[in-house]
């Protein structure tokens, strides 16, 4: 390998230098994160009060003290993880906000029909149950709420609702529900005062969801949910934006391809027929990257603990409570199953992508510094802590056991921030030591780069962004308003999981085509800015797509639809190159020993297209979102698009770094073949067995009948509807036994044959162009280090 080859790998040469695109990225990310930070301050200022609730005779019926103790049993028993509010949440149980609201009409109807008429409202003509009915929405939309006391005046109907939620609850939450796998006494340690403080506080959301904003004509949650008795219907601006998404889309999409093919924007070949093989079983090891081989096999456990999760919370939902009869969920109910399903997830992904970071590190440096191979073995225990620590916390906060820890150890009670504060704490602890060893690994590649813009400093900027953008789940708190809750919890979820993970994955790809020797370094770069700022310059402000419905300004369906729907564009259009370029060197004859890592490259951009893309763009709609939110449509985008991208990607990369650890003698492909395919396939089944055409059944109940009924357990007991749930078996069968099992073994095969670390061999990759583009033909076979012996230990 000459010289000059090594050197525009580690970043000497200034060629191909990023020179606007920096500046123009910078410039794309500020304005985003200015729009975005504006409008959380605006989310602010116009959320929803939570105020003390008054009688006729102004006398206080619940305390402001009330609702936020209410939510904080909600979120201390993690209700959040068994049904949902707001619409956000998990769709075993029922949605609280909309089955409360529906409660309300009810009970406001009889309350108004016996004043009108003297009767039930059910025992009245048609024309009467139409007077009281509009009655009934007429009093519904008037916002008594005075801020200059801060306290909301209940009507004598109204107040007469709360009593029966507070009734309808109290029973719920003591006799249980097994057939929905709510069992007797579930909200363990639960007083009864506590119990009604979280029915007063599902009646808030209630009132805040049909009441209009003062001034306006809909209300706080732009008319969401959909219930026709509480006058809440689609509204004007769910209707526009929906329309001017589709055409901003259509205008992007040109002119993000003009630019594209105008700036010749792609990654350009490197590939040469007279290129030698590459050769990984020649390449040396050092000390900290066989290191990583235990990474990947906790991620592989850690993957089928998460499936097993899901295949138990699926059949919860044909048999409540029970696994063929075995009272499981009396020590495993569905909330905690689903909790662990969720964090488990996002475990295994992020412990695969920090596993490649870890690997990469010296073949960006060249060198291996001294002890890195002690921080890697630290960083793992610390993150094997973290799981089992929260994973143990969350079972015992969920049951009640922490008492007033809840919140610390225990489980924080929103979706994907589940764990406790002190292993949140802990995990930015770890995330941090990452960086560290990462930067230990690339600091004289740093250095070395002119180019404050390269491909290392890219890497690296991507790599710190990771422990950066975590914090912001520092900022929900027991006592923060649930919209605004909400609002951060999406920065850590959307922005961190789906958005800075993303980034780093892009550029780690980038990387990596440049380190095979299939594309050449400075179109790299400037193809790498281009996917980044489309990346960040909609991502950021899509966020808003998540905003629609919590209690957030309407200005949130316009920027989250127009913006979110051009999320899909950055990384399809990267992970379709990678595939020419392999189909290139295919064409060409030439060996490729990294198969296995492309098929799930290639699996990534498929399932972006149809996972993210298609069922994400469907739902990002406002105008469906509206009668979909809180169905199984989200949670097909959810499934295809968190598996399809996110997994597919954190076993691509696994498998990359795989392959350089272990001799091809013992490389089991076939095994990753079967893996690929099954987990394809049983993903394919997942979604189209069940999640959508439950989904589609759910949408057109909503619409048909108002949201409170789609979410009823008679939907899910309806014969369609159930046989599609037992239906489901199969492809998660599929997904378990042919995909997750063989991708196991396969890993624990790798692991147990790991070459030995060689002394003084050359870490770097070798690649088929330098900085300057001009094709190195030299010898692939390994090389000393300048430094002489690795000097990890």
Not at 257 to 273: R, T, V
Not at 438 to 449: A, F, M, T, Y
Not at 699 to 721: D, H, I, K, S
Request: with cysteine; proline share 5%; net charge neutral.
């Amino acid at each position: 390998m000459s010289a000059v080859k090594v050197d525009a790998l580690r970043g000497r040469s200034n060629h191909g230098d990023s020179g606007l695109w920096k500046h123009i990225l910078l410039v794309v990310v500020l304005l985003s994160f200015t729009v975005l930070l504006a409008g959380g301050f605006w989310i602010y200022k116009e959320k929803a009060p939570i105020p003390t609730m008054l009688g006729t005779d102004h006398q206080p019926l619940v305390s402001k003290q009330d609702l936020l103790h209410g939510q904080q049993v909600f979120q201390k028993y993690d209700l959040m993880d068994y049904g949902s509010i707001l619409g956000n949440g998990t769709f075993f149980g029922p949605d609280f906000t909309v089955e409360t609201l529906h409660l309300v009409v009810v009970a406001m109807r009889d309350e108004k029909a016996n004043e009108m008429y003297g009767n039930s409202y059910d025992k009245l003509t048609a024309d009467r149950q139409a007077a009281v009915s509009q009655a009934v929405k007429s009093e519904i939309r008037v916002n008594r709420y005075d801020p200059a006391t801060d306290t909301l005046t209940l009507t004598p109907a109204q107040s007469r609702a709360l009593d029966q939620v507070r009734a309808y609850y109290n029973q719920l939450f003591t006799l249980g529900n097994p057939d929905r796998g709510l069992q007797p006494g579930s909200l363990n340690q639960a007083s009864p005062e506590d119990i009604r403080s979280l029915a007063d506080y599902f009646f808030w959301t209630a009132w805040l969801s049909a009441v209009n904003r003062p001034g306006l004509d809909y209300s706080y949650t732009n008319n969401w949910p959909y219930e026709p008795g509480a006058g809440n219907e689609n509204t004007f601006h769910a209707v526009f934006w929906s329309a001017a998404s589709v055409a901003f889309l259509i205008l992007m999409l040109a002119i993000i391809l003009w630019a594209y093919n105008h700036f010749k924007l792609q990654m350009q070949s490197a590939y040469d027929s007279s290129f030698p093989d590459l050769r990984p079983d020649r390449e040396g090891i050092t000390v900290s990257q066989r290191k990583t081989g235990k990474y990947f096999v906790v991620v592989c456990l850690v993957f089928l603990f998460q499936v097993l999760m899901g295949g138990l919370m699926a059949h919860y939902y044909v048999e409540g409570s029970g696994f063929y009869g075995l009272p499981i969920a009396d020590w495993l109910p569905f909330n905690i199953a689903k909790t662990w399903h969720l964090q488990s997830a996002v475990f295994w992904i992020a412990t695969a992508w920090l596993g490649m970071g870890l690997f990469i590190a010296p073949i960006v440096g060249g060198r291996e510094p001294k002890g890195q191979g002690i921080l890697v073995d630290v960083l793992f225990w610390a993150l094997v802590a973290v799981v089992a620590g929260s994973f143990t916390g969350e079972w015992l906060g969920a049951k009640g056991l922490l008492g007033k820890f809840w919140f610390t150890f225990g489980n924080q009670g929103w979706n994907y921030l589940e764990m406790g504060r002190v292993w949140q704490v802990l995990l930015v602890a770890g995330l941090l030591i990452w960086l560290f060893i990462v930067w230990r690994g690339l600091r004289d590649s740093l250095r070395r780069e002119t180019d404050k813009g390269g491909l290392v400093h890219l890497l690296f900027y991507s790599a710190w962004t990771i422990p950066g953008f975590y914090i912001f789940a520092f900022l929900v708190n027991p006592t923060t308003h649930i919209t605004f809750s909400d609002y951060w919890r999406w920065w850590v979820i959307h922005l961190w999981v789906e958005g800075v993970f993303e980034v780093f994955a892009v550029v780690a790809i980038g990387f990596l085509l440049v380190t095979m020797g299939l594309v050449t370094r400075a179109s790299t770069v400037r193809a790498l800015y281009f996917q980044i700022l489309i990346l960040m310059g909609s991502g950021v402000i899509g966020t808003g797509h998540h905003y629609y419905w919590i209690g957030d300004p309407a200005m949130w369906l316009g920027l989250g639809a127009c913006f979110s729907a051009l999320e899909v564009v950055p990384l399809t259009l990267l992970a379709a190159e990678a595939y020419d370029q392999y189909r290139m060197l295919r064409d060409g004859g030439r060996v490729f020993p990294y198969k296995a890592p492309f098929w799930f490259l290639i699996s990534t951009a498929v399932w972006n297209l149809v996972g993210a893309g298609v069922f994400g763009f469907l739902i990002n709609l406002p105008v469906v979102s509206y009668y979909e939110h809180g169905s199984f449509l989200t949670a097909t985008h959810g499934h295809t698009a968190m598996m399809g991208v996110y997994g597919m990607l954190a076993i691509a990369l696994m498998l990359f770094s795989l392959r350089r650890l272990v001799p091809g003698a013992f490389w089991p492909e076939k095994l990753f073949k079967w893996a690929a395919w099954g987990l394809n396939l049983g993903l394919v089944g997942m979604a189209l067995v069940t999640l959508f055409p439950v989904g589609v059944e759910q949408l057109r109940t909503t619409m048909e009948q108002g949201f409170w009924a789609a979410r009823q357990l008679a939907f899910y007991r309806q014969p369609f509807v159930y046989t599609l749930l037992w239906a489901r078996i199969v492809p998660d069968t599929v997904f378990i036994v042919v995909g997750v099992l063989p991708l196991a073994l396969g890993v624990i095969r790798a692991f147990l044959h790991l070459k030995p670390v060689v002394p003084g061999a050359n870490p770097a990759m070798p690649q088929g162009t330098d900085g300057s583009d001009e094709v190195n033909r030299g010898d692939r076979s390994p090389a000393p280090t300048a430094t002489g012996a690795v000097s990890g230990r």
